[in-house]
């Protein structure tokens, strides 16, 4: 059974740092490029970041660049997100997920870990 | 690449047929998936590269078309069927995804 399993949401100050943590099994995670996915309350889901199956290649939606940094630990089939300069903007649901990009798809999501932005 | 999802709103009965579009700013090819969300859930993958139902999605759900124009048809309506659904395109970065249809109880 394919499991995502993200970690390391709460709720953080305007302009702090968090890091989330997505813990993968059940499928082939180096075959992969995995990415993070967020959700505005009451709004549809926004692609945020990528990262390709070796680590080395990175993509990320504007608003987020510079900000944010995507990576992977292959040998412990983890994804991982890095967030400084929060703003309220980013608050929402983040979904690690297997949805597309450099030819490889599976769209599996796991559960999802709230971040909310807030003074 | 936006993707522009129409109607906002289904109002529908069960055993209705639900006709979902999704229209793509320029073409994706074939890259073009389909999810469900209930509230407090995930997305589900339905359907994805235009016409293929994902593991265990029900035939009642079909995916058409290509290039620019997308429609994800549910022939039946079953009680669980209404949700939010969600087109995404895979084709060229940023991945995107539509607004989104609601599909509710008429």
């Known amino acids: 059974e394919v499991q995502l399993l993200e970690s390391g949401g709460g709720l953080i100050q305007p302009g702090g740092s968090l890091r989330l943590s997505c813990v993968a099994s059940?499928?082939?995670?180096?075959?992969?490029?995995m990415s993070w996915v967020r959700q505005a309350p009451g709004k549809g889901p926004e692609w945020i970041s990528a990262?390709?199956?070796?680590?080395?290649?990175?993509m990320y939606v504007d608003s987020v660049k510079g900000r944010f940094t995507i990576s992977r630990d292959n040998s412990k089939n983890t994804l991982s997100l890095q967030m400084s300069s929060l703003r309220g903007e980013d608050t929402g649901v983040y979904y690690c997920?297997?949805?597309?990009?450099?030819?490889?798809?599976?769209?599996?999501w796991g559960q999802g870990t709230l971040v909310t932005v807030s003074s | 690449i936006v993707l522009t999802q129409s109607p906002a709103t289904l109002s529908l009965s069960p055993g209705e047929r639900a006709t979902l579009s999704c229209r793509a700013s320029q073409s994706v090819t074939i890259y073009l998936a389909w999810y469900q969300q209930k509230p407090g859930q995930a997305p589900r993958l339905l359907i994805y590269d235009t016409s293929n139902r994902a593991t265990g999605i029900p035939a009642r759900f079909s995916g058409t078309g290509s290039g620019t124009d997308f429609t994800l048809t549910i022939s039946s309506l079953e009680p669980e069927d209404f949700a939010v659904y969600y087109c995404?395109?895979?084709?060229?970065?940023?991945?995107?995804f539509g607004g989104g249809t609601r599909v509710e109880l008429q």
């Open positions: 997920a297997n949805i597309g990009g450099w030819g490889t798809f599976a769209g599996n």
């Open positions: 995404q395109q895979r084709h060229s970065w940023p991945l995107t």
């Open positions: 990262v390709g199956v070796g680590g080395d290649r990175t």
């Open positions: 059940g499928f082939t995670f180096t075959s992969y490029v």
